[in-house]
């Protein structure tokens, strides 16, 4: 049997199944990450199928209804492109769920390559097109969707990476519609450590941005005078470094509240992994992008990738907004503040009552994606 809590990694006491039962359902009943987009209903007969922590019996229970939708996509696809398209992403989104938070048991490693599979067949539908992107990187390949507006021939484009848990496809689905509205085209991107990422996280893994920008560059189809760089959660962490990576092939960075400094510390991590902001098996998730295993590994490692310590804040960026939440308990505010104070001046969106990237009562994801961070890109990248 493979659980979800980690007895040796244990930092409180995580959600026991009906708590946590309860908590996804709650979640999908308010349309709250990580659960926009799932059907009440749905959600409550695929947990109402799972008795355990086991990470295969929850994998198997949502893999079971992404087949559904799957088959329903197949047989749809002769008849009726758009309802085909909804009926993938919603293969996509249950058996991404199953997958969920990182792919730590045989059964989450399937839910996650079945999830991958029926979003690729959502992409070849797509209205405009998804292009997937193969490039080549150190001998493997970065993978990654761009999608552009139409009736724009050559547009700016934002490459938008998301966190420790919203793949590349989540950026597709969350923020595509967005992007695409206000002009823009995106390319979306795993953070080193998650989705196909080729490497892991450590010191100098924003090379793998640097050469998606170089592929850019050789497109006709984009404005490559105009890019943009947007991170969120722990995706915020490359924009960061992004901004001073690439202060002159980059127009706009947004680090939507990335780690920095303090999140890497090991008393901030004591505290955060306990958070119930998150769901569940935040530690296995946190250490799988870095590649270890025990506690004492991973509060090792986090220091090297603080920005403070490398001295990189105090050089030259690109044009920055930050924005979170006053009240994370994920990533500590502290990094957007040290991010805000240090070398050239930056632009700030701050929720005092918000909490993780911001989001709170009257602030969803979205509506500060579309009334804040789109708005600010539109200007920057005009």
Same mark, same amino acid.
């Given at each position: ?16 199944? =009906? ?42 229970? &949502? ?6 939708? #799957?088959r ?6 002769k ?15 249950y ?31 797509? /209205? ?34 998301? +966190?420790?848990d ?12 967005d992007?695409?509205?206000? #002009? ?8 080193? +450590? ?26 006709? /189809? ?12 722990w ?11 690439? =202060? ?7 680090? &939507?509240? #990335? ?8 008393? &901030? ?20 992008v ?14 090297r ?20 939440g006053?009240?994370?308990?994920q ?22 009552? #918000? ?9 969803? /994801? ?17």
């Amino acid at each position: 049997m493979v659980c979800l809590n980690w007895a040796h990694a244990q930092i409180a006491v995580g959600r026991t199944w =009906p708590e946590l039962q309860q908590a996804v359902q709650e979640r999908t009943n308010a349309q709250r990450y990580p659960m926009t987009g799932f059907d009440a209903k749905e959600v409550a007969e695929i947990l109402g199928r799972i008795r355990s922590l086991d990470r295969d019996e929850w994998a198997l229970s &949502w893999i079971q209804n992404g087949e559904h939708h #799957g088959r329903n996509a197949q047989a749809l696809e002769k008849t009726d492109a758009a309802k085909a398209r909804e009926a993938y992403l919603s293969a996509w989104r249950y058996h991404g769920f199953g997958a969920w938070p990182t792919q730590n048991s045989p059964e989450k490693k399937r839910a996650h390559a079945l999830a991958t599979q029926a979003f690729r067949s959502y992409a070849k539908l797509a /209205d405009p097109p998804i292009e997937v992107l193969r490039i080549p990187f150190e001998g493997k390949e970065i993978v990654a969707y761009l999608q552009r507006p139409k009736g724009i021939a050559k547009p700016p484009v934002v490459m938008s990476v998301g +966190g420790l848990d919203s793949y590349k496809e989540f950026v597709v689905e969350q923020f595509g519609p967005d992007y695409l509205k206000a #002009g823009l085209a995106y390319v979306a991107l795993d953070m080193p +450590g998650t989705g196909e990422a080729p490497i892991k996280i450590d010191v100098g893994a924003e090379r793998m941005y640097s050469k998606v920008i170089d592929a850019l560059h050789s497109r006709s /189809d984009i404005d490559a005078s105009k890019i943009g760089f947007q991170g969120v959660s722990w995706g915020g962490h490359w924009a960061a470094r992004m901004a001073h990576a690439e =202060p002159q092939r980059l127009k706009a960075v947004v680090n &939507w509240a #990335g780690p920095v400094h303090a999140y890497f510390q090991r008393e &901030w991590q004591l505290k955060a992994l306990g958070t119930r902001e998150y769901l569940f098996d935040l530690f296995p998730a946190r250490a799988s992008v870095y590649g270890v295993e025990t506690l004492e590994d991973f509060l090792s490692y986090g220091p090297r990738m603080s920005l403070k310590d490398a001295a990189a804040l105090g050089k030259a960026s690109a044009p920055q907004l930050l924005v979170n939440g006053e009240r994370d308990t994920q990533v500590p505010i502290d990094d957007l503040y040290l991010v805000l104070k240090t070398g050239t001046p930056k632009e700030a969106w701050v929720n005092p009552e #918000g909490g993780h990237i911001g989001r709170g009562k009257d602030w969803s /994801d979205g509506r500060i994606f579309a009334e804040i961070v789109v708005p600010w890109f539109q200007r920057k990248l005009r």
